[in-house]
């Protein structure tokens, strides 16, 4: 019991700063939004994904993709941005290309 107590501890605290850094997006995020003209008040919802690089067994973090479903189109939003949260590119699938 002890073990699992420790494992599960030490994931919080490795996991606790990628989370954090997770949360800072937000704000690259509504600035995106707002290059592309789109209104905060359109997304329904926001899925944020870590983009990990997996070499023989483990893996690190290199990126976030944001996944933003939209209120005016069917489909999303998405939003690709480095592990330190800069945007790189963003597109539209669905109906929501273009838009």
Same mark, same amino acid.
């Given at each position: 019991m002890r073990t699992v107590l420790q494992v599960v501890c030490l994931s919080a605290i490795v996991l606790l700063p990628t989370q954090a850094l997770a949360l800072t997006? #937000?704000? /690259? &995020? !509504?600035? /995106?939004? !707002?290059?592309?003209? &789109? @209104?905060?008040?359109? &997304? /329904?919802?926001? *899925?944020? $994904? @870590?983009? &990990? $690089?997996? #070499? *023989?067994?483990?893996g690190r973090l290199i990126g976030w993709k944001a996944w933003l479903t939209r209120k005016s189109c069917d489909g999303q939003t998405v939003v690709n941005m480095s592990y330190t949260c800069r945007v790189k590119d963003s597109y539209g699938t669905g109906a929501c290309k273009g838009n």
């Open positions: 997006c #937000r704000t /690259e &995020i !509504k600035e /995106e939004l !707002k290059r592309l003209d &789109i @209104a905060v008040e359109d &997304i /329904e919802w926001v *899925r944020l $994904q @870590a983009v &990990i $690089q997996s #070499r *023989r067994g483990d």
